[in-house]
């Protein structure tokens, strides 16, 4: 016979990611009823669900990636700046489903590609006149700002406590000297670090 169960819910920055029943007596499987959690954290803000065994993705989740694969992807920005290509780096902007889900706006679609699509590609081409001879620039390493933060949802914001970093900085060499380029700021998505505001 089963025992009485007991509900918990596990938190992490203020966000639900999985509950379960912890049980005081034996499982219907003749397990010896310890508890058994119905999920947990994976990685890229994937939470394994114990019952059905199908994932369940978390927005929120504070990001996850190794730092080797974020500079992996801001290699491709250094290069879209240097050739003066936005669509090199499509890897690191805010992805387009992301920005419809988590943006309170009456056409979030249109908006991702006016306001941050379209700012980023104004962006690349400001950074890449700005700094000449950036053409022959050779990526030397990123380093993520240190004031990571939770943003608090509100009208004509994002409608999700996603995470957000700003000052972040790209550093690279040319002609033997070492220069950075700061990001204004960067947005957390399902566990990945991506550029929402470049200059």
């Known amino acids: 016979m089963r025992g009485r169960g007991i509900l918990f819910c596990l938190l992490v920055g203020g966000a639900v990611l999985a509950c379960g029943e912890k049980t005081n007596g034996a499982s219907s499987d003749g397990g010896t009823g310890d508890g058994a959690v119905a999920g947990r954290s994976g990685e890229g803000g994937v939470v394994a669900s114990g019952d059905a065994g199908a994932p369940i993705i978390d927005d929120v989740v504070m990001p996850q990636a190794s730092a080797e694969e974020l500079a992996a992807r801001m290699r ?15 890897d690191v902007l805010f992805p387009r489903d992301a920005y419809v889900a988590s943006k309170d706006a009456t056409d979030p679609q249109k908006s991702w590609e006016k306001r941050l699509s379209g700012g980023f590609r104004r962006a690349v081409e400001r950074t890449h006149k700005k700094n000449k001879g950036i053409e022959q620039a050779k990526f030397v390493s990123f ?14 914001d994002f409608k999700k406590p996603l995470w957000r970093v700003k000052h972040s900085r790209l550093t690279y060499s040319l002609d033997g000297k070492t220069r950075h380029i700061d990001i204004a700021e960067m ?9 929402t505001r470049l200059r």
């Open 143 to 156: 380093e993520l700002g240190h004031s990571v933060g939770q943003i608090s949802p509100k009208k004509k």
């Open 76 to 90: 491709h920005l250094l290069e879209a700046i240097a050739q003066n290509n936005p669509d090199l780096a499509t």
């Open 187 to 195: 947005t957390a998505w399902r566990g990945n670090w991506y550029v």
